[in-house]
Structure formats: C-alpha cells, structure tokens
C-alpha cells in the first residue's frame, strides 16, 4: 500500500452544501475479512430497517461479490440500493490498481454499467488508486477519513469544505466528524464511545452539514466471526469486545437514534450518487457520467 493521497500533488477544490445532506451507507464485505457471512447474511435486515423510514442506502460492495456472490448483489440492485465498489477483497490489506481494475470489471459485468463510486478499504485512498480512479473515470469517492481513525488522511489541504473535487474530475466525499471535533462520525465509533458520550456530542456539536455516516453489517448485528478473522490484532479484537459488551443482538436501537435526530434537525437523506448527480446539475465541474 503506498502513501495516502497528497492534497498538495493534485488540485483540491473545497466546497460546501447549503443545506443539510445525509448520505447513509454500508460497506457490504465478509464478516471481519474472515470469508465468513453470519452478520452479512443478514443483510435483508438492514434494508427492512432503512425501508421503513423510507431512507435510500448506498452499498459498497466487494468487488469479489460480483463474482462469487451474485445473489447479494441482484438483491440489493432489486431493492433500489445505490450499489458502488468497495475494495476487491476486505481479507487482503487494500487494493492495487489490478484488483480494483479487476473489481471494476466484475462490478460492470453483472449490473452492465460502469461503477461510479468508490470506497477503498480502511479508507486509505492512495495515490495509485486515485490515479486508477481517474483511469476507469470514476465520477467520485467516499474515502476520505478526517478523524481520528484508521486511514486517517492528516493533509491540512483537506480540513476545510464540505466535499471536494479532486483534480478537477473526482469528487470526493468526506466521512463525517463530528462538528469542531476530529472524532469519526460513524456507526462502530457511535459504539465505541457509548450512549451518554454519543448524547453529550450531539448535544455539544452536532455535525455537519453533510454527513456521510457508515456502516457495516458487524456493527449492526452480533456474530462469532471475528474468532476466525485473519492478522486481527490484540487492540482490535479488545475494541470489538468492549464495543458489543452489555449489547443485545444488534444495535438498530443506536441506528435509529441517530436517524430520527438527523431527521429532526431537518437533513435531506440521500444515496450517495443522488447527491453527486445533484451537484452536478447545479455546479458541474468534470463532464456528467
């Protein structure tokens, strides 16, 4: 894996929204890297859950799903979801430019259209897959990690704006923080420090006024796959413990908490390529796609 993207090796354009934007989203991947799907399998629950608030999904699915799990993969095509890439294969460290070229392949082979967006794994967006990226002309990416966090980029050249467009062409679509605080604004970080500190930085700060907020399927609901996850390290499999302890089955309740309190605070909730074409419509900057 090579160096996290450079703001100062490519042009970056900041900009922001002028109105409350939630762009919810899952990384669909094998439980932990593991092979294994008893969390994953239960996908369908997931969109029952969305379903019934009426609230569109973004999914960024391995790209090894396009091959071996196809099933899933219509599934989700069928149920509307905005279906995007994530890595080829969460197992492995990260992409190269050939499993990404490879992952893209898979992804157009089964939907017969071209991916438009990108999540790469751990939210290390590198210079090589940003410049593959633009190779297979990605319109945008949701890789971008401000917090505190793994794949934290630390590049002053990314602090201001709500979005970004990279070189001209790709946009980019930060994950979230919570306002004024460099902490990660997504489900397992949400977990990982409690309900009254969740309550108390709602409270505080707040967000943004885009939220890109992530999620995955071992966060939602609880399994014994972590057991059989390949180079888990000791930190991480104590993080794990400590975020399900004194937990039941799954934590929607921690989800729909923080659904109904975007949605009191008047966010518009959007899948993630919506957005894009929005924007795009309004201030275009790279040619439509």
């Not at 160096?3 to 669909?28: C, F, H, Q």
């Not at 999914?59 to 071996?68: I, L, P």
């Not at 017969?112 to 794994?121: I, K, Q, S, T, V």
Request: aromatic fraction near 10%; glycine fraction near 8%.
């Amino acid at each position: 894996m090579g160096p996290l993207l450079d703001a100062d090796r490519i042009t970056v354009d900041a900009r922001t929204v002028d109105r409350p934007i939630a762009l919810l989203s899952v990384d669909l991947e094998t439980d932990y890297g593991s092979g294994l799907d008893e969390a994953l399998s239960r996908t369908d629950q997931l969109l029952s859950f969305l379903a019934r608030f009426g609230l569109p999904l973004t999914a960024f699915v391995e790209g090894q799903f396009f091959e071996r799990r196809k099933p899933l993969c219509r599934m989700l095509l069928e149920a509307g979801v905005d279906v995007q890439l994530h890595c080829y294969d969460h197992g492995e460290r990260g992409d190269t430019p050939a499993s990404l070229r490879r992952s893209a392949r898979a992804y157009e082979d089964l939907c017969a259209r071209p991916p438009a967006g990108y999540r790469a794994h751990t939210y290390r967006l590198t210079h090589e897959l940003y410049d593959t990226l633009i190779d297979l002309a990605f319109q945008w990416d949701s890789s971008l990690m401000r917090g505190f966090g793994q794949g934290r980029n630390r590049h002053p050249g990314f602090r201001s704006g709500d979005y970004f467009v990279l070189g001209g062409r790709l946009f980019e679509f930060p994950v979230a923080t919570w306002r004024g605080i460099p902490l990660p604004l997504n489900h397992p970080y949400r977990l990982l420090i409690r309900a009254p500190v969740d309550a108390l930085l709602w409270a505080a700060a707040g967000c943004g006024p885009l939220v890109a907020y992530n999620l995955h399927m071992t966060d939602l609901v609880r399994c014994g796959s972590m057991a059989h996850a390949p180079a888990r390290s000791a930190s991480s499999r104590l993080l794990h413990r400590y975020m399900w302890a004194a937990r039941g089955p799954d934590t929607f309740a921690a989800l729909d908490v923080f659904v109904r309190r975007l949605r009191a605070s008047g966010y518009e909730f959007l899948a993630t390529h919506e957005f894009y074409r929005k924007i795009q419509a309004e201030s275009p900057a790279v040619p439509n796609g």
